[in-house]
């Protein structure tokens, strides 16, 4: 019995093959006219980027107004540019297509990018906003740091032990935010044990040493004041003001305080009684 094998013609999608590579050959014109465009359009956004921040700079906004300004600015012209080069590739595409599909993939996609769209919102808020700026110190979540940048994603902070950390803009958006650096001035405090009874000459003694430590801002004036009541003496609470111009400042001021006023409130040993010397004996 003869089997008949059937052998699958390819012919028709081999033809089709070869359209499509006609068809793309001759297209090959457009497709660099395209990426020409595209590429025109970047390093314009570049430009336009650098020119909007030097403006923002010029009319004494803050960096990071000038920072969202340049980048709302520079993303236009990309985007600007990409609808140019596909309507120069694809010539039945046009921007109301481009609308359409995102109208029909919009409630997908927002679920997919929620996380993303989320971040780049509080991201382009927090700039707006300015409840910082870059260069500031804050301390978010436990973190504390100066910042470096406000990206699309997240908050980069520098810490005083030369890490960084990267915080969704999220929950920089959504969490307190400690600006350290706020005013230009900041009050540190710390506490020291006393000893002794003349709490009212350790104040005075702790007040004079604090005014004469660099570090320490003449207003407003440093105070000294009691804190706790203990059976073996008593905790001396110290307050005084810094320049808030950097971290440094406040571990050198603490460091100094500290040391200046134990060394204002030691008091010295009680003088050793002389010797009774002996009477002479008498001559008879």
């Known amino acids: 019995m003869l089997q008949v094998l059937f052998i699958p013609d390819f012919t028709p999608a081999w033809n089709t093959?070869?359209?499509?590579?006609?068809?793309?050959?001759?297209r090959a014109p457009y497709y660099v006219v395209g990426l020409v465009v595209f590429g025109i359009a970047y390093?314009?956004?570049?430009?336009?980027?650098?020119?909007l921040v030097t403006g923002a700079n010029r009319a004494h906004r803050g960096a990071s107004f000038s920072v969202l300004v340049g980048r709302i600015g520079g993303a236009m012209v990309v985007l600007a540019g990409a609808l140019v080069a596909a309507t120069v590739i694809f010539p039945s595409f046009t921007p109301a297509t481009l609308f359409s599909v995102l109208g029909f993939g919009g409630v997908a996609a927002s679920f997919a990018l929620r996380d993303i769209l989320g971040n780049l919102l509080c991201?382009?808020?927090?700039l707006a906003s300015e409840p910082f700026r870059i260069g500031d110190r804050i301390e978010v979540k436990g973190f504390q740091g100066k910042v470096e940048d406000v990206q699309t994603r997240a908050t980069t902070i520098r810490t005083r032990d030369g890490k960084r950390i990267v915080i969704p803009n999220t929950v920089v958006f959504n969490e307190p935010v400690e600006v350290v650096t706020a005013f230009s001035k900041r009050r540190l405090d710390a506490s020291i044990n006393l000893t002794g009874d003349d709490w009212d000459d350790d104040k005075e003694r702790a007040i004079e040493a604090m005014k004469k430590v660099l570090?320490?801002?003449?207003?407003?004036?440093p105070a000294a004041f009691l804190l706790e009541l203990k059976d073996t003496g008593a905790t001396l609470g110290l307050r005084w003001w810094?320049?808030?111009e950097s971290a440094e400042v406040e571990s050198r001021s603490r460091d100094a305080v500290l040391s200046a006023v134990a060394k204002a409130l030691r008091k010295p040993p009680a003088p050793e009684p002389s010797p009774i010397a002996a009477p002479a004996p008498s001559e008879v």
């Open 43 to 51: 390093v314009l956004s570049k430009r336009v980027r650098l020119l």
């Open 242 to 244: 810094i320049d808030n």
């Open 215 to 221: 570090e320490v801002e003449d207003s407003p004036e």
């Open 17 to 26: 093959l070869q359209g499509m590579a006609r068809d793309a050959m001759g």
């Open 123 to 126: 991201g382009l808020m927090i």
